[in-house]
């Protein structure tokens, strides 16, 4: 079965503070897509980052950066430093032959 | 470029009515998606267009639910007749290719309340 989990339904931290999403995926594919977007208050759904199953490169860019497990089947989210503006909902997504399938999202609150 | 569209962007109606909800992709993307979020869930996928053929629908949870996308451009998505369990947000969604390559880039979605 191909799913997506999201066990951390909200987090709440103080500005500054870093924050790690947590997201486990079960596929039988050995290629596949991970994705992550951010719904901002304002409901739109945006694009953050894609990982393919064949790189295991952990990624970063400015205050994010990705973690991705392959032996653990995770593909966790840290944001360093939150600030106000970091808060919304937070989906992983994996892509599987022509759809994504979402974890339920993880709300993040960050309070200045 | 402009991005994924949606109208409305709310919509509340009764149990019973119909409601069409319309998608403008991103110009040149072939590919077109629509998918719900009921409350507190998960973002489930409803189906999925090339041009304008269905290519996956499988998603769709009952006939009350018919998908258009006539000349491969905008596409609509009309509930008839509405039911409460229908209340979500749709987002429609679209993508150059549809084997994960490029990223869906997502509208704002469509605020469905059915009371």
């Known amino acids: 079965a191909q799913k997506v989990t999201q066990a951390q339904t909200e987090i709440s931290v103080v500005e500054k503070e870093d924050v790690t999403l947590d997201c486990v995926y079960e596929?039988?594919?050995?290629?596949?897509?991970l994705f992550w977007y951010k719904q901002p208050p304002s409901g739109e759904l945006v694009f953050l980052i894609r990982?393919?199953?064949?790189?295991?490169q952990n990624e970063i860019s400015g205050r994010y950066s990705w973690n991705f497990q392959k032996s653990t089947s995770s593909f966790n989210f840290t944001i360093t430093a939150s600030q106000v503006v970091d808060s919304a909902v937070y989906f992983c997504?994996?892509?599987?032959?022509?759809?994504?399938?979402f974890g339920t999202g993880t709300r993040l609150q960050v309070f200045p | 470029e402009a991005g994924v569209t949606q109208f409305p962007s709310h919509s509340v109606i009764e149990k019973g009515q119909t409601v069409t909800l319309r998608c403008d992709p991103i110009?040149?993307?072939?590919?077109l998606y629509w998918y719900r979020r009921v409350m507190g869930k998960e973002i489930k996928f409803l189906l999925h267009?090339?041009?304008?053929?269905?290519?996956?629908e499988s998603g769709m949870p009952n006939n009350r639910f018919l998908a258009e996308r006539t000349g491969g451009t905008y596409s609509t998505l009309k509930v008839q007749p509405a039911e409460l369990e229908d209340s979500g947000v749709y987002f429609c969604?679209?993508?150059?290719?549809?084997?994960?390559?490029?990223?869906?880039?997502f509208g704002n979605g469509t605020r469905l309340t059915v009371t």
């Open positions: 596929t039988r594919d050995t290629t596949y897509y």
């Open positions: 990982r393919n199953s064949f790189d295991e």
């Open positions: 969604a679209s993508s150059q290719d549809s084997w994960g390559q490029s990223p869906l880039h």
């Open positions: 110009s040149g993307h072939d590919n």
């Open positions: 997504a994996l892509h599987n032959t022509d759809k994504l399938i």
């Open positions: 267009f090339v041009k304008e053929s269905k290519q996956d």
